[in-house]
């Protein structure tokens, strides 16, 4: 069992002093537990801190003079084996590609309740081998193309890694969500509005129950109860309020 109320070690990653400070204030209030055992302004002194100190966080933010705090795995010389949380201003393709890379991160102005359920999930898996450093492999995969290529998803037991052009589709189970492949199906711990709001745009909502990648549409009945034809043949409902947004956005994709 881990121990969920054990010390640990911490280092803050900020060029802004203003920041730091903040960031030490509310870690205190939220987990007096933890041991802030050193600050950086840059990438680069984060680096040689993080291999003197062995930290078991470092909470670093994104935006800094000189390299950006996602380039880490690329100067540190050996995996990641602490957790990670980016902090940074909104951006909304950064956080996409943070999300479905499983990667914590936080949103300034922080949050105390925000931080407060980061370090829970922290704590729930410290002794856990949740893959830090293939997560962020992940994320740098994703940073790499204009949209998300791959995800990790999280079950009951594991974390699987997919290509997003090998998903089907997503149906939803309650509070789970199905990713179904071509040979596969994977339930995932979190309902489907979670993966709605991640995916990228050729995942389209046609039902409040499934999610489709327009990739995979082969055609469109537009009966009655219109539905979708996946092209191995699986045909699925498609809403009357979704017809016509779904016949732009496929539409749009088939001029790409």
């Not at 050996?78 to 940074?88: D, G, W, Y």
């Not at 995916?199 to 046609?206: S, T, W, Y």
């Amino acid at each position: 069992m881990n121990d969920i109320s054990r010390p640990l070690r911490a280092l803050i990653v900020d060029d802004e002093a203003h920041a730091k400070m903040i960031m030490r204030a509310l870690l205190q209030r939220v987990d007096p537990q933890v041991e802030i055992i050193g600050e950086a302004s840059n990438l680069m002194d984060a680096v040689d801190l993080i291999q003197t100190h062995s930290p078991d966080i470092v909470f670093m933010d994104i935006e800094m003079p000189g390299h950006s705090g996602l380039d880490i795995r690329k100067y540190l010389g050996s995996p990641v084996q602490f957790a990670l949380v980016f902090v940074t201003a909104y951006d909304q393709y950064a956080i996409q590609a943070m999300r479905i890379s499983a990667i914590d991160y936080l949103l300034k102005p922080l949050d105390v309740n925000e931080l407060q359920e980061c370090m829970v999930r922290i704590r729930a898996r410290l002794d856990l081998d949740f893959d830090q450093d293939i997560r962020l492999k992940l994320l740098e995969d994703n940073r790499k193309s204009n949209s998300p290529v791959k995800i990790a998803i999280q079950t009951l037991t594991e974390t699987h890694y997919l290509n997003l052009e090998d998903l089907m589709y997503l149906e939803a189970d309650g509070m789970y969500s199905v990713f179904r492949l071509a040979d596969q199906k994977i339930v995932a711990s979190k309902p489907i509005k979670v993966y709605e709001a991640m995916l990228p745009k050729n995942f389209f909502r046609i039902h409040r129950s499934y999610l489709v990648n327009l990739d995979f549409v082969r055609q469109y009945s537009s009966s009655d109860s219109a539905s979708v034809v996946l092209k191995n043949g699986m045909e699925l409902p498609l809403a009357r309020n979704r017809r016509e947004e779904f016949l732009e956005a496929n539409q749009h994709r088939d001029r790409l």
